[in-house]
């Protein structure tokens, strides 16, 4: 039988006498992010499934992938109004649930699902939500990316480090499937029209391949395609 989930901290506790978030803590999501947001700022934390899971020192293998991630996804939504790009921002995705992933690609709240509440935290599930998995491949293979089936993410891309390979889960009939590239080794997401990623050459830090692969997408047809939908009322 799994811990039960404490119940939230009183609204009136003073921040410094919030408990620390220790790793494996069963919490809802408004005591977690109560004493998250007490913590270190140099501290990441997550809640999935309402397990607390607290995040090693990020090095180099993942800070690499991780910067050439947000310049894909950042010369994407430039080019592509009514998307918007968030970099390491904590989401809340239900009362058990409040990831913080590594890039998120949202389409905007008159045709996207998620929201800014009044304390300025975002709600709802992204449309695309991207991690780097330099030494947890297990947790974004299997507990994370469950958390997001279940939540509603359209899309999840996990660049893994070991092996320099990324899986991009889609969400099929009956949950995620995972995304097949092309003949040509380019991945193309299904939601974001034009969104192409060769892997294997932001693996290896060929930045100008990956930008020429993902103009090529934003050149094509189902990118302008994608762009009338968002342009509908």
């Known amino acids: 039988m799994a811990a039960p989930i404490t119940q939230p901290a009183p609204e009136n506790l003073p921040s410094q006498e919030l408990p620390p978030?220790?790793?494996g803590d069963r919490l809802d999501q408004k005591t977690f992010h109560a004493r998250y947001e007490a913590m270190p700022e140099n501290v990441k934390a997550e809640l999935i499934g309402g397990?607390?899971?607290?995040s090693s020192p990020l090095k180099p293998r993942h800070g690499r992938p991780h910067s050439r991630l947000m310049s894909w996804l950042g010369l994407y939504q430039e080019?592509?109004?009514g998307t918007d790009v968030l970099d390491n921002t904590t989401v809340i995705l239900s009362p058990a649930s409040e990831p913080q992933p590594d890039g998120c690609l949202l389409i905007l709240p008159e045709h996207g699902r998620t929201r800014e509440n009044a304390r300025g935290d975002l709600e709802g599930p992204p449309?695309?939500?991207?991690?780097v998995a330099s030494s947890s491949e297990a947790y974004h293979l299997h507990t994370k990316r469950q958390?997001?089936?279940d939540l509603g993410v359209q899309e999840y891309p996990v660049l893994l480090v070991r092996g320099a390979r990324a899986?991009?889960?889609v969400?099929?009939?009956?949950?995620?499937v995972q995304l097949q590239p092309g003949p040509d080794g380019i991945l193309r997401s299904r939601l974001f029209g034009g969104l192409w990623l060769d892997a294997?050459?932001?693996?290896?830090?060929?930045?100008?391949?990956?930008?020429?692969?993902?103009?090529?997408?934003?050149?094509?047809?189902?990118?302008a395609q994608f762009l009338q939908r968002l342009k509908r009322p």
């Not at 294997?200 to 990118?223: K, N």
């Open 127 to 131: 449309e695309l939500a991207a991690e």
């Open 51 to 54: 397990m607390v899971y607290l």
């Open 167 to 169: 899986i991009w889960f």
């Open 171 to 176: 969400r099929g009939e009956q949950g995620f």
């Open 79 to 81: 080019a592509t109004p």
């Open 147 to 149: 958390d997001y089936e």
């Open 200 to 223: 294997a050459a932001l693996f290896r830090g060929d930045t100008a391949r990956v930008h020429e692969v993902l103009r090529q997408g934003l050149a094509s047809a189902e990118h």
């Open 21 to 23: 978030l220790e790793h």
